[in-house]
C-alpha cells in the first residue's frame, strides 16, 4: 500500500529543545496509525508538524520534509491554510466555539465560501451524521454546544473537522477527557472513519492504540524508536526499549 504522508528527516525545535529528532516514517492512507510514548517524548509535538500548528508557536523551528501525497507542506508557496483544510485535527479536550451546535459545524465551511442555507443545512447533516451524533442533537441544533455532553462535544469536534472534507484527521489523545462509555463511541467512529480517511491518534492509552490502530509507532525523547503492524508491536517488538514501554518497565 502506498504512503499517503511521507515524512523524512523530521526535526523540531522550540527554542533550543530539540523536541522531534530525525524522525523517517510513512503513513498509509485509509488506516489508523498510533503514535505512543511516554509523556514528553515528542508525540503531539510530531503530528501537529504534519499540519503545521507547530507554526502558530513562537521560536518553533522545523527543517525536513513533509509530504501529503504530491504536497510537500513545508514548500515554499505552500498555503497554510490549505493545508489545514487537507489535514483536519481534534484535540485532546472538546473545545467547542461558545456558539450553537448548527454554528460549530458551520463555522470553517462558512469561512470556505459556503454561504446559501441549503448548502449549510446539507454540511451540517452530513458532518453530524458521519459523527455519530445527528441522532443525539437533530432537535437541539440551535443550542449551545456548550450543553452537550463531553462525549458528544468530542463528536462534535469531530464534525467540525469533517465539515472541510479534509482528506487526514490527526487526534491528540481525544479520549483523555472522556468515560469509558463515550470513549467506546469515539473509538468505533475513528474505525468508520479509516474508510474514507487516513487516521492519526495520539494516544497515552496502549489498550486504545491495541484495540483501534492498523500500524503503531514508538516515540522516545523525541525519537521514533520503532513502527510496526500493531500486533505485531504489542507481541513482539523488535527493540528493547519499545518492550520496555509496552511491558510497563517505565513511561
Known amino acids: 500500500m502506498s504512503a499517503r504522508i511521507h515524512v523524512e528527516d523530521l526535526n523540531v525545535w522550540f527554542d533550543d529543545n530539540h523536541a522531534v529528532r530525525n524522525v523517517n516514517m510513512d503513513i498509509i492512507g485509509n488506516e489508523i496509525t498510533a503514535i505512543i510514548g511516554p509523556s514528553g517524548c515528542g508525540k503531539s509535538t510530531f503530528i501537529r508538524s504534519l499540519n503545521r500548528m507547530n507554526d502558530i508557536i513562537l521560536n518553533c523551528q522545523v527543517k525536513g520534509r513533509v509530504m501529503i501525497d504530491d504536497l510537500d507542506i513545508y514548500g515554499k508557496d505552500v498555503d497554510v491554510v490549505d493545508v489545514r483544510k487537507k489535514v483536519g485535527m481534534v484535540f485532546q479536550k472538546p473545545n467547542p466555539f461558545p456558539k450553537s451546535v448548527y454554528e460549530n459545524v458551520a463555522f470553517a465551511p462558512r469561512i470556505h465560501g459556503a454561504r446559501k442555507k441549503e448548502e449549510l443545512d446539507a454540511i451540517i447533516e452530513w458532518s453530524l451524521k458521519r459523527a455519530a451524533l445527528w441522532d443525539e442533537v437533530k432537535d437541539r441544533l440551535e443550542d449551545p454546544a456548550y450543553g452537550l455532553s463531553g462525549g458528544q462535544q468530542q ?46 491518534i495520539v494516544t497515552h492509552n496502549m489498550q486504545q492504540a491495541a484495540r483501534v490502530a492498523d500500524k503503531t509507532a514508538y516515540f522516545y525523547m523525541g525519537e521514533l524508536i520503532e513502527m510496526d503492524e500493531t500486533r505485531k508491536m504489542f507481541e513482539k517488538p523488535e527493540k528493547r526499549l519499545t518492550e520496555q514501554y509496552i511491558t510497563g518497565r517505565f513511561g
Not at 463515550?182 to 473509538?187: D, Q, R
Open 155 to 200: 463528536r462534535l469536534c469531530i464534525a467540525r473537522a469533517l465539515a472541510i472534507k479534509p482528506e487526514v484527521i490527526l487526534f491528540d489523545e481525544p479520549c483523555s477527557a472522556l468515560d469509558p462509555i463515550a470513549t467506546a463511541k469515539i473509538e468505533d467512529l475513528l474505525i468508520d472513519l479509516k474508510k474514507d480517511y487516513t487516521v492519526v
